[in-house]
Each structure stands twice: as structure tokens, then as C-alpha cells.
């Protein structure tokens, strides 16, 4: 859906005409004079109001009524900025700010609101370095008077959050939104300004992409505004398309529909049938359609939008043609197509996101009716416009999507033409463009958050195409080198969030920086790429912009400098983002284990095999057809089904994921699995046969052949982070350090649907003294902390010092909220500010040497599943922190089956087993202990290392 205006509510506080003053025989006219401005001014009479409003000042100032007289001059204010007049604006806020410092007190209320006006229009000017100066003149001022907890100050800070938000630094924005709203809770604000702050917040998570966050601030809102104000209140109509907006990007069409005409509703009776506003939820309306692929209802709303914007110069108009385009394209009708996005271009002034949409669309056109090389050309044209700006090796763009679409779009044309005609030139071709490409995308500077986000899925797709292409020519000329890059670009998709993430974690831990340097570099560096769009979009206005530009440039250059001169381990480790190749994996691996890295594509995924001597690319079936089978896999796991059904789920799954690689794994015993989103599909459960006749009537699990019968399993995120592991493996000596709060209790068996987060774990403490004793029998440190004394201050001040930390808790995830993911432990019984929960954010900092960690608790690996970064959970983060090796949980475990395993894991470790053979030979002994014990129970503990 292309991006739309968001409907910004923002309630900046001006002072009202108050009483003006006692009644006295001198001021009666005054008086008078007031009541007219303030009739003249309900009817938009600013000019009559003007002139009342002086008379009133000047009898005033005469005398020297100096508060009556100030609210008169800046309600005079008010009225140039509600003309929209800024250059009488201005100066009668500076005359307001220096004759009140002079007849009031040095710091008063009406300087202060001077301040806030001027910041306000700085701000909508982009004048952004005067408004930042006013505003927090402003804030400053109203804290000495007011006190922090005040509704004044409360605006203040929503005006600050609003100066963040239009040059899209959305976390800045949202910690003053934030306060703001706490403040004005606190103080019992009126409602309305209460709801306008929640919208606010609202808002900047829609721009964020976190549209369901979005929505419940705007539902919060929306009660509110409900009570307040009048059902057809403009602010409930902008709230109602907020919501619809957040509901489309959501995949949720029905709602988003719903909610539209709501809007469409109030829309009509505040406008009438032919405004603008009206036209905007038209092609709103239109664009879900086109989205729900329902082209017809999308058509019959473009058409309605047609009328209100034919016969004016606004670039609405070009959105309609295009959306008609679009959905003429879409019903195969390629001669009404043409004729629409022709009549787009005829309209566009500005060459921005329409104008690429504009030439993406007559490629489809192009490639519809069989011209292959005008489609390339158009795709072409596509690319090259969406480019703003190329500098020091950097490239800006005007839209990241519209970019990689174009790409996509010629890539698969060229491919596709090629396996329908098999000529050399169109996949040599895309080999070539493929190559370019990945150069380009390595560029790209995307500084806004849900930009990133769609900016690495459409990597996924690039990267797809790119194996694709790459293993066409292999099977072409078979030619090693082909697989070389097939690899390379596998790891490329894997590592690009991933690893940029790590180096620059890295880079902060190894050289030491503080904290607060590496955040101004990233708040200069997306401030200079602000300015570069500013001028790029205002022409007109470029001159006036290059100075700001040349400021923050300078600045940015010289912070760089500074970084690169005091910590060179900084420069040297942040820019580092070198992907490992085929021949330094097969250095490193034995000749028993096989790395098995995944790649998926939309239609066609592929499976390579590397072993010490070999290297394999296997195709598998195409990631949609495979995600069915995974959730049919993973629910048979978690909700114990009996063996028929666990074993019919685990095998379709088995067939397509390993059985086409089953002769490339003869003789191996190790398998490395790198598939960031495979992490929550635990290999060792799938079964290589089908179960046997006996099995399934006795519901005997045992029998099942296990992967894990036959290899150890470890996983991770990419080959490159595994081979950089490897390489700074060092020979420790184990020390544990054992912790277990919830250890105290009556022993019993709890139930993994009816636990809760404070529930007693008293096989926890059964099994941190068996871990205690098996290290003490091998004269090996272990220190071991229980129920009050493990506390969460306690593990992070110690956890440094010890080569294994082993955590049996509490745990929990969180699919929504990435860093909310946590482990419990005891609260710290000296300091109420400590609660005893550690947060997947706050471990992020940490510093660990730990050479194992081991999570046991429940749903310690679950986390929200990001393209390219796998399972961002509690077992990543402690991997961002330094531990070298992880064993955590995929799911709710039962502390009994979890205390058996972990012994028979330590006994197996500390008999000279490593980490993978020592869970190999735990799972397996749980397997043979009990028959019918379902997999859930043992296969739910899986490993990132080795």
C-alpha cells in the first residue's frame, strides 16, 4: 500500500482571551473593546479583531495593568498566526518576549509562550535549528515556574515530541509524547488533551511499523474522544482512518474497511460529498481493495475519487490514474491500463514515489503483452528515479520498496525469460545485474525504522533470486564457482541485519565507547540524511537547507575522526561485515560433521550440504509450501499428540526439508543447521522412516527413528557468526554458576498449561546440587545460589567471572515485544528498584566469557521471528553478550523431565563428552527411560554453538 498523509493531531496551548482585569471606571472601555475582539474572532475576523485587540492593549499599557496588557498583545499574536501571516507573527512574539522581561519578572508565562509559538512555526517551516532553540527556551522556562509535574509543561514537552516527529526521529518524539502524557495523567488534564497525546503515540508507532502498539494507543484514544467530543468531530474521523490505516498494513482488510467508512461517514456530513478529505478515503478505500485483490471494488472506488480531483492541479489526481492502472493491469485488461498510466504521467510534477510506481507499472504492462525489452527498460527507468542522491560510497533513495521492487521485478523477468527459451544471453545477463545489485543494496542508507524492517524482508526475496540465478548456471555449465555464490549470497540474506547488529555491539564492547557517543553518531548521521532529502524535495529552498547540511556534515566527519583516532578496535570492528566463504567453512569443519545451510524463496527453495570434502546444492520445495507442513510439525510437538499423528507431521516435514540430501549425509554424525527461521522446528525430533505398525498402536515413541538417534544437532543464526566462534574458541576450564530462585516449595509435577510465573520449581533446586555435586566430585569451582539468595543483581555482577552459567526459572517470551522476553529471578532484598526480572534488553549489555550458557527455563529460545535475524530471544541476546555456546527451551518444559536431562547433560559433559554429544546422549537416554514419553519433553532443549 503506498504511504499515505497521516492525520497529525497536536494540541499546541495558546492563553485564551481571559477576564481582562477589575472593572474600573478607566478600563470599562477596554472592557468593551475585549467583548468585540472576542466576537470578531469566533467569526475569523482577524483583522477587526486586530484593531479591538489594540485599542484594548493600549489603555492597558497606559495603565500599567501589565498582565492584562500582555494577554491583550499576544492574543494580537494569536491572530497573525491563525492569518498565517509569519513575518508579523514573528515580530510581535519578540516584541512580547523583550517587553515582558522588562515589565514582569525576567522569566515569565507569556515569554515562555512566545517561545512555544515561535518554535511551533519554526517547526512546521522545517526551520528545525531556531525551533529547537525556542522550544526548549520554552520547556525551561515553564519548569522554573510551573514545576516539572504541570500540564504547562506537559505541552511543552508535546510540542518538543511534535519538532522530533516532523524530521522522523520517531524514539526521540516518542520519550517527550511519552512524558507528556504521564504528566498530563498525573496533573488530571482535561480528557480531550489526554486522548490527543495518546493519538500522538499512536501515530509514531504506526510510522514505527508497529501498527498493533499503534492501535492500542489509538483505542485509547478513541474512548476518550468518544465521551468528549461530538460524534462528528473531525478528530474522531482522522482517528477512525488511523485505525484503518493500521488494520490494512496488517493484513486484517475487513477491519481496515470497516473502520474507512466510519471515517467516510463523519467525513461526509463535516465536508460534503465532493472535498478532498472525502477524495483521500476513496483512494484509501480503493488501495485495500486492490490489496484484497477484489479489482472490481478497487476500480469503483478510484472512480468515485476521479470526479473530486479531475479538474484540479493536485497530485491526488496521479494516484487515482495510477491505482486504475494498477487495477487494469490486474484483470488482465492491458489496453485500459496503458491509457491510465499514461494520463498519470501527463499529470506529475514532482517525479517522486508516483512517478516509480508509474514506470514499475508500465514495465507490467510491457511484460503483460510479451515486449521484453520495453519491460526491462521501464523497470530500469524505475530503479535509476528512485535513486536521490549517490556520495561517499552512500546511496539515498526516495522510496526503498519502489527500489527493490524494480529490481525484483527485471531480475525475474530476465530469469523467467530465460527458462522459458533457454538462450545464454538473459541469464549471463542477470548474473551480471544480480553482481551489480548486491554492490548497490550494500549502499543503501535507510535511516527509518519500518523502512528497515521492509528493507531486509525485500532482501529476502533479492537473495532468493540471486541462489536462483546462480544455481541455474551451475546446472548450465557446472562450474564451482556458481555454488560459491550461491552460498555467498545464502549468508549475505542471513548476516546483513544480523551481523552489522553484532560488529556494532562489538564495537562498542571491545573498544570501550561510551554509550552516549555512539548515539550521537547515529542521531547526526540520520539528521544529515534528513537535510540531503530536505533539499532534494525543495528545490527551491536548497540554498537556504546547505547550510544546515554542511553543519551536521562537518560535525558527523569530525565525530567519525575522533572515533577512529581514540578507538581504532572501533572502526576496525564496526565496518567489518566480510562474509564467510565455502573454503573457510570446510576449514573448519571435521570430517564428520555436515553444515546444512538454508535458503528459502518464493519459488524455489534450496538446501546446501558442506562437508570437509564437498559441497551440495539440493532444491527443496518453495517456502509457502513448506511453512504448512512446519506449524503441522511444531503443533503435534506441543500438544503431545499420539504417535500416528506426531509421526505422519514429523516425517512429511523429514521429506521435505533433509530427504533430498539423505546420500549427502552418509557417514556423518554432526549436522550444523543455519536457518534463522527454522530455529523454533527442533531437527532431532524428525523421524527419517515412517513409523512402524507396532509404534503406532501401542503409542510406543521409542520406536520412532529419531534424527537425534543418528546425529548430534547444534544450530545458528549464519555460517559466517559460526565460523567467527570457532575462531575465537578457546580451552577453558569449567567453573559453574548456578542459580535457582524458585527451588523452595512442595515437589510436584505442575502442569505447563496451569503454571504461573511465581509457582514453586522444586526440582530446580534437585537440580543445581546435582550439578553442584558432579563438579565438586570432579574437584571443578561451581558456586550455587537458591530460592531468596538468587538474585538478579547477584547474576549480573558475578556472571563474568564463570565459564558456565546454567539459570533453572522462570522464563517467558514475548512474540510482540522482542526485548520483553525475561527470566525471573529472586528480587534483591536490599533495594526495592531491583524486581528480580531480567529483560532480553537489558541482557544485550552484559559482558560474558561464558563458554556455555544454559536456559533452564521455559520458552527461553521463543521469541518474535524477524527476516534475517532468526528468534530475537533471551538465547540471542546472551549470544550478543558473549556467551559462545546456548541450550535453551522452544517451549513450555515440565521441571521433572527438565531436571533428569540436565543431570544426564552435565554427567555426559563432565565425563569428556562435548557440548552437542553430551545432549545428544541426555535426549537419547529420556527416549529409552520411557516409551511413552512424547518428544515435546525432551526435544524442546536445543543448542546454538559448536
Known amino acids: 500500500m503506498r504511504i499515505k498523509k497521516l492525520c497529525t493531531l497536536v494540541v499546541f496551548l495558546m492563553v485564551g482571551f481571559a477576564a481582562l482585569g477589575q472593572e474600573k471606571a478607566d478600563t470599562v472601555l477596554a472592557k468593551e473593546y475585549y467583548q468585540k475582539a472576542r466576537f470578531m474572532f469566533r467569526k475569523s475576523a482577524y483583522d477587526s479583531t486586530i484593531i479591538f485587540l489594540r485599542k484594548t492593549s493600549e489603555i492597558y499599557k497606559k495603565c500599567k495593568l501589565w498582565r492584562q496588557y500582555f494577554e491583550s498583545e499576544f492574543s494580537i499574536a494569536r491572530c497573525f498566526y491563525r492569518k498565517r501571516v509569519p513575518t508579523e507573527t514573528f515580530s510581535q512574539l519578540q516584541k512580547i518576549i523583550k517587553e515582558s522581561s522588562q515589565y514582569l519578572s525576567k522569566e515569565n508565562f507569556y515569554k515562555s509562550e512566545s517561545y512555544s509559538m515561535l518554535g511551533v512555526i519554526a517547526t512546521n517551516e522545517k526551520r528545525f535549528k531556531e525551533a529547537i532553540v525556542y522550544l526548549n527556551k520554552c520547556l525551561e522556562i515553564n519548569k522554573k515556574l510551573f514545576g516539572y509535574k504541570h500540564y504547562i509543561v506537559a505541552s511543552s514537552l508535546n510540542n518538543l515530541g511534535r519538532f522530533y516527529y516532523r524530521q522522523e526521529r520517531f524514539y526521540k518524539a516518542l520519550t517527550f509524547y511519552k512524558e507528556s502524557l504521564k504528566i498530563k495523567i498525573a496533573v488530571k488534564d482535561k480528557p480531550h488533551y489526554i486522548g490527543n497525546s495518546y493519538n500522538n503515540i499512536g501515530l509514531i508507532y504506526q510510522q514505527l511499523g508497529e501498527y498493533e502498539n499503534a492501535l492500542e494507543f489509538f483505542g485509547q484514544a478513541y474512548k476518550i474522544f468518544q465521551q468528549q467530543l461530538d460524534a462528528n468531530n473531525p478528530w474522531i474521523f482522522n482517528l477512525y482512518r488511523n485505525m484503518a490505516m493500521c488494520y490494512a498494513e496488517l493484513n486484517k482488510f475487513d477491519k481496515a474497511l470497516s473502520e474507512y467508512n466510519k471515517s467516510l461517514e463523519i467525513a461526509t456530513k463535516v465536508h460534503g460529498v465532493g472535498h478532498e478529505n472525502i477524495g483521500q478515503l476513496y483512494i484509501d478505500i480503493a488501495d485495500t481493495y486492490l490489496l484484497m485483490q477484489k479489482f472490481t471494488k478497487a476500480i469503483e472506488y478510484y472512480n468515485k475519487a476521479l470526479p473530486i480531483y479531475k479538474n484540479k492541479n493536485n497530485k491526488d489526481i496521479v494516484t487515482v490514474y495510477n491505482g486504475l492502472g494498477r487495477a487494469y493491469l490486474a484483470t488482465k485488461d492491458s489496453q485500459k491500463a496503458f491509457f491510465y498510466l499514461i494520463k498519470a504521467q501527463k499529470y506529475m510534477v514532482i517525479r517522486g514515489k508516483e512517478y516509480i510506481v508509474n514506470l514499475n507499472s508500465l514495465g507490467d504492462y510491457y511484460q503483460m ?40 521485478k527485471r531480475i525475474e523477468l530476465l530469469l523467467d525469460t530465460y527458462e522459458k527459451n533457454k538462450k545464454s544471453d538473459y541469464l549471463n545477463k542477470t548474473i551480471r545485474e544480480v553482481d551489480y545489485y548486491d ?200 500438544n503431545e499428540a499420539r504417535v500416528k499423528t506426531f509421526a505422519k507431521t514429523s516425517y512429511a516435514l523429514y521429506e521435505a526439508l533433509l530427504k533430498p540430501a539423505e546420500k549427502y549425509l552418509q557417514g556423518k554424525k554432526r549436522l550444523l543447521v543455519v536457518a534463522p527461521s527454522l530455529e523454533s522446528i527442533p531437527f532431532e525430533s524428525l523421524i527419517s522412516q515412517k513409523a512402524p505398525a507396532n509404534a503406532i498402536k501401542t503409542d510406543d515413541y521409542s520406536q520412532l527413528n529419531y534424527l537425534i538417534k543418528q546425529y548430534q544437532v547444534s544450530y545458528h543464526y549464519s555460517a559466517t557468526l559460526w565460523h567467527r566462534g570457532v575462531q575465537s574458541k578457546q580451552k577453558v576450564t569449567p567453573r559453574l554458576l548456578a542459580l535457582a530462585p524458585f527451588s523452595t516449595g512442595k515437589s510436584e509435577t505442575i502442569s505447563t498449561r496451569t503454571r504461573k510465573s511465581a509457582d514453586p520449581l522444586p526440582e530446580s533446586g534437585v537440580e543445581v546440587r546435582k550439578l553442584f555435586n558432579l563438579f565438586n566430585a570432579k574437584k571443578l569451582g561451581a558456586d550455587v545460589y537458591l530460592a531468596k539468595k538468587a538474585t538478579k543483581k547477584r547474576f549480573v555482577s558475578q556472571a563474568k567471572d564463570y565459564s558456565i552459567l546454567h539459570i533453572a526459572s522462570h522464563s517467558s517470551a514475548s512474540t510482540k515485544y522482542a526485548d520483553l522476553a525475561k527470566i525471573r529471578f529472586a528480587p534483591d532484598s536490599d533495594t526495592s528498584k531491583v524486581d528480580g526480572l531480567l529483560y532480553s534488553g537489558e541482557v544485550y549489555n552484559l559482558s560474558l566469557n561464558a563458554d556455555l550458557l544454559v536456559l533452564s527455563s521455559c520458552e527461553s529460545g521463543v521469541g518474535k521471528l524477524a527476516q534475517g535475524e532468526g528468534v530475537l530471544s533471551l538465547a540471542r541476546s546472551f549470544l550478543y553478550a558473549g556467551a559462545r555456546n546456548i541450550v535453551f527451551s522452544l517451549w513450555d518444559v515440565n521441571d521433572v523431565e527438565t531436571r533428569k536431562l540436565m543431570t544426564a547433560f552435565y554427567t555426559n559433559f563432565l565425563s569428556g563428552q562435548n557440548y552437542r554429544e553430551a545432549l545428544q546422549k541426555a535426549q537419547h537416554s529420556r527416549i529409552k527411560a520411557d516409551k511413552y514419553l512424547p518428544p515435546k519433553h525432551w526435544a524442546g532443549f536445543v543448542m546454538i554453538g559448536e
Do not use: H
Request: proline share 2%.
Open 369 to 408: 503483452n510479451g515486449i521484453i525489452d520495453s519491460a526491462l527498460v521501464y523497470y530500469k527507468k524505475g530503479i535509476s528515479q528512485n535513486i536521490v542522491e549517490k556520495s561517499n560510497n552512500k546511496t539515498y533513495l526516495y522510496n526503498t520498496k519502489g527500489f527493490t521492487n524494480g529490481i525484483f
Open 439 to 638: 554492490k548497490e543494496l550494500q549502499k543503501i542508507v535507510v535511516t527509518k525504522q519500518t523502512d528497515q524492517f521492509l528493507f531486509l524482508a525485500q532482501l529476502k526475496r533479492f537473495y532468493a533470486l540471486a541462489i536462483r540465478a546462480n544455481w541455474l548456471l551451475y546446472q548450465k555449465n557446472n562450474n564451482l564457482k556458481s555454488l560459491d555464490k550461491c552460498f555467498y549470497y545464502s549468508e549475505r540474506y542471513k548476516a546483513t541485519v544480523l551481523l552489522s547488529s553484532l560488529t556494532k555491539f562489538y564495537a562498542l564492547k571491545l573498544a570501550d565507547i561510551p554509550p552516549k557517543l555512539l548515539e550521537y553518531e547515529d542521531d547526526l548521521r540520520k539528521t544529515t540524511t534528513y537535510w540531503k532529502n530536505q533539499i532534494i524535495s525543495n528545490p527551491k529552498k536548497a540554498s537556504e537547507y546547505q547550510d544546515s547540511l554542511f553543519k551536521y556534515n562537518r560535525a558527523y566527519e569530525a565525530l567519525i575522526a575522533k572515533l577512529e583516532k581514540d578507538y581504532p578496535k572501533y572502526a576496525q570492528l564496526k565496518y567489518q561485515n566480510k562474509t564467510v566463504n565455502i573454503a573457510e567453512v570446510q576449514q573448519k569443519l571435521d570430517g564428520q560433521t555436515a553444515l546444512l545451510e538454508y535458503a528459502f524463496g518464493e519459488k524455489q527453495s534450496y538446501l546446501m550440504v558442506i562437508t570437509k570434502t564437498g559441497v551440495n546444492v539440493v532444491p527443496i520445495v518453495a517456502d509457502k509450501k513448506l511453512k504448512p507442513l512446519m506449524n503441522a510439525y511444531y503443533e503435534a510437538l506441543a
